[in-house]
């Protein structure tokens, strides 16, 4: 683990913008390989654009409403960059493509061809924070299970930064094993890989240190998690609904 902060902060970007930086070139490859416009191209431009400035947006809107007590001290004129969140990142992009989406009156679904990307992304991203250690706030509290792991300080912990990694991987093989039935219903693949990493976040956050605790003890990336997964609910259960049944089995004749 990288225990000097300058170090851990240099390598946690490294990796976060690897992951960003792979993930478009992949995008733009499964995109290419669809026949699909450019990222150029006019309406797809919108989209990305829209997808960029969300995300940014969001992913540090979220990381303040994790930690109120960062946002106190900005806002008394400490200068500080604050972190960021991968689920600030998602919603905030899903937000910012709809938006783009209606202002340049697109009704097409896109996000099916960004699942695989994400991904990547995401589980190259979970590197630099699991090197970034104890410098990083994505550490476990303390375990007894065989594989915590111990980032420096003699304290073995849930490796949720690992536990993070396969569960992405995990679900984008899921969704990629059955991408032709779930191809039936345009936008279904993406989302249910979105509720279901706000699922495992509400649940996984659990074994995570709470710097400043809501109501009920949950911090404030499990509340975000909660309250998106409502209101996402209907919209995935809506696509749900329109997924053919699996084929019927035939019966080989007597």
Not at 122 to 136: E, P, Q
Not at 167 to 181: K, P
Not at 190 to 199: C, M, S, V
Request: aromatic share 10%; glycine share 12%; proline share 7%.
């Amino acid at each position: 683990m990288i225990q000097d902060p300058a170090l851990a902060a240099f390598a946690h970007a490294c990796f976060e913008y690897a992951g960003i930086a792979i993930g478009v070139a992949l995008y733009r490859q499964l995109r290419a390989a669809q026949g699909g416009p450019g990222l150029t191209q006019p309406g797809q431009f919108a989209i990305v654009v829209g997808l960029l400035l969300g995300a940014g947006l969001g992913n540090k809107a979220v990381f303040l409403i994790e930690r109120p007590d960062i946002l106190q001290r900005l806002l008394a004129g400490e200068v500080l960059w604050p972190g960021q969140s991968i689920v600030g990142g998602l919603l905030g992009g899903l937000l910012g493509v709809e938006l783009a989406k209606l202002l340049t009156r697109q009704h097409h679904s896109t996000g099916d061809v960004m699942v695989l990307p994400l991904a990547l992304g995401m589980v190259i991203g979970r590197i630099g924070c699991f090197l970034a250690g104890l410098n990083d706030d994505t550490y476990g509290l303390p375990t007894t299970l065989p594989w915590g792991w111990d980032f420096g300080d003699g304290v073995r912990r849930h490796p949720t930064q690992l536990y993070d990694i396969v569960f992405v991987i995990g679900t984008a093989w899921i969704l990629h094993a059955q991408s032709e039935r779930l191809s039936a219903v345009p936008g279904l693949a993406f989302k249910l890989f979105l509720a279901g990493y706000l699922a495992w976040r509400l649940g996984v956050d659990g074994l995570k240190p709470v710097r400043v605790p809501y109501p009920l003890g949950l911090s404030g990336i499990q509340w975000v998690c909660a309250v998106a997964l409502v209101a996402y609910a209907p919209w995935v259960a809506r696509a749900w609904r329109r997924l053919p049944r699996w084929p019927a089995p035939t019966r080989e004749p007597t």
